[in-house]
């Protein structure tokens, strides 16, 4: 067995935390994008298409941010008891 040192723990841990805060900021990141794209269709009146050409996401990623979108806003009615 090979005896691991306090800076190489040190340094898998700052790894492993600096990786974590990556991870979570793209999650951020693509969540506002989701967002935006959701916006631009239902509030804005741009096309899945012209989305798809401005974002580099296919249409089915797309069909996708809005039925998550959809689904979210009835669960939120269902909750407030408007459905």
């Not at 040190?10 to 974590?20: C, P």
């Not at 509030?43 to 580099?56: F, N, Q, R, V, Y």
Request: proline share 2%; aromatic share 0%.
């Amino acid at each position: 067995m090979t005896l691991v040192t306090d800076p190489t723990l040190a340094m898998i841990r700052s790894e492993s935390s600096k990786l974590i805060r990556d991870e979570v900021r793209t999650a951020e990141q693509r969540r506002m994008l989701e967002s935006a794209v959701a916006d631009a269709i239902l509030k804005l009146g741009c096309t899945p298409d012209d989305i798809s050409e401005a974002s580099g996401l296919t249409l089915t990623e797309i069909k996708r941010i809005l039925s998550d979108v959809r689904a979210v806003d009835a669960d939120l009615a269902h909750l407030a008891g408007l459905r």
